[in-house]
C-alpha cells in the first residue's frame, strides 16, 4: 500500500495555481484510474484504489501549504505506513515547465509543503518534482509560484499531467527511472 500526496491550496480561488500542481496531478491519476469516492479524511481529501497490482490511497491535504504535513502525517499513522510508502507531487521552480523527476529524500529547497512534511517525518519519503520553472529573479518567485497558470500553459499542462497519469503503473511499481522516462518520452512526442 502505498500514500500519494499532492500539495496544493485548498479553494477555488488557488485551483488554477502553480503551486497547486499536486493536487492537480491527484485529481488526473484518480480520474484515469476510476479511483472510489472522495472522502474528507485526515484533514484533507482523500481516495482509494488500484493501480496495477498496488493498493493506492490519494490524499490532498485541506490544510495550507504549510501545514500539508499534518495531514500527511494523519493518513500514514492510521493506514501504520513508513515514510517509505509515501510519494510527494509537488512544484518545483528549478525544473523547466512540465519537467518531472522523480526524487528520494533530500531537501526542502524552500518548498513550504515539503518542509511541513518534514516537521513530521524522516526525509526519506519519495517526491515527484513537477517543474513550473523560474521567473527569472528573486522577487519574482513569489507572483509566479502563486500566480494562475497562463492561457498559453494550458495544453502543455494537460499534456504533462496526462503523461503523469498514463505512466503511473511504473510510479507504484516502484520503477521511478522507466517513468521519468516514458513521462519524458510522451511529452516529446506531444
Not at 33 to 51: A, L, T
Not at 112 to 120: A, K, P, T
Request: aromatic letters at 8%; charged letters at 25%.
Amino acid at each position: 500500500m502505498q500514500l500519494w500526496a499532492g500539495l496544493g491550496n485548498p479553494g477555488a480561488k488557488y485551483a488554477l495555481h502553480r503551486h497547486n500542481v499536486g493536487f492537480m496531478v491527484i485529481d488526473t491519476v484518480a480520474e484515469v484510474y476510476s479511483f472510489g469516492p472522495v472522502q474528507k479524511k485526515f484533514s484533507g481529501w482523500f481516495q482509494e484504489g488500484r493501480i496495477a497490482d498496488q493498493r493506492i490511497l490519494l490524499l490532498k491535504p485541506a490544510t495550507f501549504m504549510n501545514e500539508s504535513g499534518r495531514s500527511v502525517a494523519e493518513a500514514l499513522r492510521f493506514y501504520k505506513l513508513e515514510p517509505d510508502a509515501l510519494c510527494v507531487f509537488h512544484d518545483e521552480l528549478d525544473l523547466a515547465p512540465a519537467k518531472v523527476k522523480v526524487k528520494q529524500g533530500g531537501g526542502t529547497a524552500g518548498h513550504n509543503g515539503l518542509r511541513s512534511i518534514d516537521q513530521y517525518l524522516e526525509r526519506e519519503f519519495r517526491r515527484v518534482r513537477i517543474g513550473i520553472g523560474h521567473p527569472g529573479s528573486k522577487d519574482r518567485v513569489t507572483g509566479h509560484v502563486l500566480g494562475n497558470y497562463t492561457k498559453a500553459e494550458m495544453d502543455p499542462l494537460a499534456e504533462m499531467l496526462g503523461a503523469i497519469a498514463a505512466e503511473a503503473t511504473w510510479l507504484a511499481k516502484g520503477e521511478d527511472a522507466r517513468f521519468m522516462n516514458d513521462v519524458a518520452l510522451r511529452l516529446a512526442e506531444a
